[in-house]
Nanobody, 124 residues
Framework: QVQLVESGGGLVQAGGSLRLSCAAS????????MGWFRQAPGKEREFVAA????????YYLDSVKGRFTISRDNAKNTVYLQMNSLKPEDTAVYYC?????????????????WGQGTQVTVSS
């Protein structure tokens, strides 16, 4: 069984920064891509960022490119999302997810385990 636990969310003013972390249990973390998704009230869950199994490739939602950075530390079984220049429209519950494959993906069906989410609120 794989467990994913997110942390680092909170309330921040527009223009501020937050760093989300996702700690994974299990031995197979380094064999899988990892992703971050978010869900705002009344909206569908959407892709934010993904990283391949060794971190050589990254993928981003267009609206966060240049502001968010995904990274991973396979020795610590942890994936990170550094979020800078935050905007009110970034407000959502952020979820990390384990990919089914080694390469990253934008598609929600390519992920098999999910964390419980961490709230990010950006005030204007």
């Amino acid at each position: 069984q794989v467990q994913l636990v997110e942390s680092g969310g909170g309330l921040v003013q527009a223009g501020g920064s937050l760093r989300l972390s996702c700690a994974a249990s299990g031995r197979t973390f380094s064999s899988h891509a990892m992703g971050w998704f978010r869900q705002a009230p009344g909206k569908e869950r959407e892709f934010v960022a993904a990283i391949s199994w060794i971190g050589s490739s990254t993928y981003y939602l267009d609206s966060v490119k240049g502001r968010f950075t995904i990274s991973r530390d396979n020795a610590k079984n942890t994936v990170y999302l550094q979020m800078n220049s935050l905007k009110p429209e970034d407000t959502a519950v952020y979820y990390c997810a384990r990919g089914k494959y080694t390469s990253g993906s934008r598609y929600i069906n390519d992920y098999d385990y999910w964390g419980q989410g961490t709230q990010v609120t950006v005030s204007s």
